[in-house]
């Protein structure tokens, strides 16, 4: 299934290109995601880590106010 189709059903897609060093890839990946505000582009081990944080307070705020 491809990121469309994914997309298609109402479902989020957050996508990383972390160490991605081709522009192409990267345009890939970043296409994937759901809107701009869930890719992610980290330069280093600390910013995946607070990329990751901040998806799991989106998370968290999304469950609670279900």
Not at 12 to 38: G, H
Request: glycine share 0%; net charge negative.
């Amino acid at each position: 299934m491809d990121c469309n189709n994914v997309k298609a059903e109402d479902i989020v897609v957050y996508s990383f290109a972390y160490r991605v060093d081709s522009a192409t890839q990267r345009n890939l990946i970043r296409d994937c995601a759901s809107d701009p505000e869930k890719y992610f582009d980290p330069p280093s081990n600390e910013a995946l880590v607070q990329n990751f944080q901040q998806i799991a307070d989106e998370l968290r705020r999304l469950h609670l106010s279900r």
